[in-house]
Structure formats: C-alpha cells, structure tokens
C-alpha cells in the first residue's frame, strides 16, 4: 500500500471490521485518545488507514494468550503455589484452552515483582486472551482494579475461580500483609528500630491472629 492510500480514512464500521473489534470499541478508542479520526462535515467518524495498519501489526485475538497467574507470599508457602497452580491449569483443561502459567512469590503489596510485570507487559503489548486468578487478591492486595482497567482496555477477559477464599493459605497471606502494612507505617512514624514500633507490631500481630481463628 502507497502513501496516498495510508493518508485516506475509512468509516468506523470499516475500520471495526479491519481491526476485529465492535464499532462500540473503536468509539470509546477514538474517545480516549487511543486512534486518530476526523469528522465529516456532516459529524461522521473517518479514521486513518495508516493508523489502522500500525494497530492491526498487533497479535491477531486467536493468537493471544490464555494467562493462569499464581502468587504466594513467601517461600515456605511453595507448596501452596504449586497447589494453586495445578488449580488454575486444571480450569483451563476443562475448559479447552491453551494456557500459560506465571507463578509469582511475593507480598500482594508489592508492585514489582517479576512475575506482575511479566504479566502487565504482555497485556500492554495486546498477548493476553485472558487472564484466569483463583482471587482477585492473587495479583495484588490494594489495587487490582488496576489491573482490570488494562486488560478492559486491551480486551482481556477476567475470570475468576474465586475458591481462595476458603483457603487457610488466604487468611495466612492477609496476616502477613496486614503486619507488613503496620510495620512500614510504624516504622515512619517512630523508627524502625524502636521499641514503641515494635511493640505496635506485635500488638497488631497478636491482634489479628485473634480474627482470624
């Protein structure tokens, strides 16, 4: 295709049609910033062949990912992981798709592990069909809805199991979450060597040990 034919502009069904995608999307992309358009003077949608060209080089949908994500907190939790794991491949197989599995190790407050990065860039780079979690609280503690946010963006489905919450690995997890949560905080406020912060540790500790049994 010359220059001139990747100037012209195509109607908003024509350009649903290019990418694979509903009109509704390609109206809420245009909306967003996401792909260029102009209008007609008679208020019509015209969007850039060039643009369409660039956006469809992406991964074509059947070619994405079905994306399992496991994460525990710590290493004596290892075998939790791989329960977890097996949890997630055996929903796959049942219900035929191809899949991949990360498996993560770390707090559900940290942004930065390997495997959550793995994860988001392949979202961002459009390679997830979808993404299979047995709890929300899998890929991060606060936050998750961030996560969700990209993949409605890239057209990434979420499911859910949904069966952690049982789980005596779960409350495990909360509770090394939530004094994670008071040792940073009480660590700011009276150093993290004092006795006060630790004393304020082992209180919350003992406290939520309490809840949960």
């Not at 060039?50 to 004596?76: C, F, G, Q, W």
Request: positive net charge.
């Amino acid at each position: 295709m010359d220059n001139n034919q990747e100037d012209m502009t195509v109607s908003i069904g024509e350009a649903a049609e290019k990418l694979g995608v509903s009109v509704k999307t390609i109206r809420r992309w245009a909306d967003g910033g996401k792909i260029r358009f102009d209008r007609t003077p008679s208020g019509h949608r015209r969007f850039y062949v060039s643009d369409l060209l660039r956006m469809s080089a992406k991964p074509a949908k059947h070619e994405r990912k079905t994306i399992n994500y496991a994460r525990v907190s710590s290493h004596d939790q290892k075998d939790d992981l791989e329960r977890q794991a097996e949890v997630l491949e055996q929903f796959c197989v049942a219900k035929g798709w191809e899949y991949e599995t990360i498996k993560d190790l770390g707090s559900g407050l940290n942004y930065k592990k390997k495997g959550l990065k793995k994860l988001i860039k392949l979202i961002l780079t459009n390679q997830v069909e979808r993404l299979v979690i047995t709890h929300k609280d899998r890929l991060l503690r606060f936050g998750a809805e961030l996560i969700f946010a990209m993949c409605d963006e890239f057209q990434t489905e979420v499911v859910i199991i949904n069966n952690s919450k049982s789980e005596k690995s779960f409350e495990y997890e909360l509770v090394r979450d939530m004094i994670e949560l008071v040792t940073v905080f009480s660590a700011r406020l009276y150093g993290s060597r004092s006795r006060k912060n630790q004393k304020i540790v082992d209180n919350m500790v003992k406290s939520i040990q309490e809840e949960l049994k």
